[in-house]
């Protein structure tokens, strides 16, 4: 039954190849055998970390979003350098550049799709025990401020929208759910 939904690509055009992003325009062969066109983002992917603080507190990172046009407030994250790069190694990696902690355990929490829309992203979710903190040693074009938020807080924040980015929530509400 679900296979009558089912598109077939039938041909992709390269639009634009960036550092970060590849946008594709492909042509597809849709159930009903009509043909459609499907411009879509090509991305690496990427992993984040929630750092849970033995008190209950996170560490989230503020940064300025050109996109939106906003200051964010977000767990600590960052794109997979290589396609093949074990995904936790990139969230050790981000959860030490961008708040300078280590941690003992790293616990995979889920990976999510984030616009299925139009992009063929996934992030993959972990949440890091044991903390230690160490210097922050962020990227040359990464301006980050580390905060420290008790979970209950950052729970209140997702509901009350101060909190809008997605990696962020799933990953806030997973550790809520899980501290509960």
Same mark, same amino acid.
């Given at each position: 039954? @679900?296979?009558?939904? =089912?598109?077939?690509? =039938?041909? !992709?055009?390269?639009?634009?190849?960036?550092?970060?992003?590849?946008?594709?325009?492909?042509?597809?062969?849709?159930?009903?055998? +009509?043909?459609? &066109?499907?411009?879509? *983002?090509?991305?690496?992917?990427? !992993? !984040?970390? &929630?750092?849970?603080?033995?008190?209950?507190?996170? *560490?989230?990172?503020?940064?300025?979003?050109?996109?939106?046009?906003?200051?964010?407030?977000?767990?600590?994250?960052?794109?997979?350098? %290589?396609? @093949?790069?074990?995904?936790l190694v990139c969230a050790e990696r981000e959860l030490?550049?961008?708040?300078?902690?280590?941690?003992?355990?790293?616990?995979?929490?889920?990976? =999510?799709?984030?616009?299925?829309?139009?992009? +063929?992203?996934?992030?993959?979710?972990?949440? %890091?025990?044991?903390?230690?903190?160490?210097?922050?040693?962020? @990227?040359? @074009?990464?301006? *980050? +401020?580390?905060?420290?938020?008790?979970?209950?807080?950052?729970?209140?924040?997702? +509901?009350?929208?101060? &909190?809008?980015? %997605?990696?962020?929530?799933?990953? *806030?509400?997973?550790?809520?759910?899980?501290?509960?």
């Amino acid at each position: 039954m @679900d296979e009558a939904l =089912i598109e077939t690509g =039938i041909g !992709s055009e390269k639009i634009f190849d960036g550092t970060l992003l590849h946008v594709c325009r492909d042509t597809v062969k849709l159930p009903n055998g +009509n043909t459609a &066109i499907r411009e879509w *983002i090509k991305h690496p992917g990427a !992993s !984040s970390v &929630i750092p849970l603080l033995e008190d209950g507190t996170i *560490i989230l990172v503020k940064q300025y979003r050109y996109p939106v046009g906003k200051i964010t407030l977000e767990v600590p994250a960052g794109k997979l350098d %290589a396609p @093949d790069e074990d995904p936790l190694v990139c969230a050790e990696r981000e959860l030490s550049e961008e708040t300078g902690y280590t941690a003992d355990k790293m616990e995979k929490l889920t990976t =999510i799709a984030t616009t299925v829309g139009f992009s +063929n992203e996934y992030i993959h979710l972990y949440l %890091a025990t044991g903390l230690h903190s160490g210097k922050q040693h962020t @990227d040359a @074009d990464e301006f *980050i +401020n580390v905060v420290k938020v008790p979970l209950k807080e950052a729970v209140a924040m997702v +509901n009350d929208g101060r &909190i809008i980015d %997605a990696k962020s929530v799933v990953s *806030i509400l997973m550790a809520a759910s899980r501290q509960a």
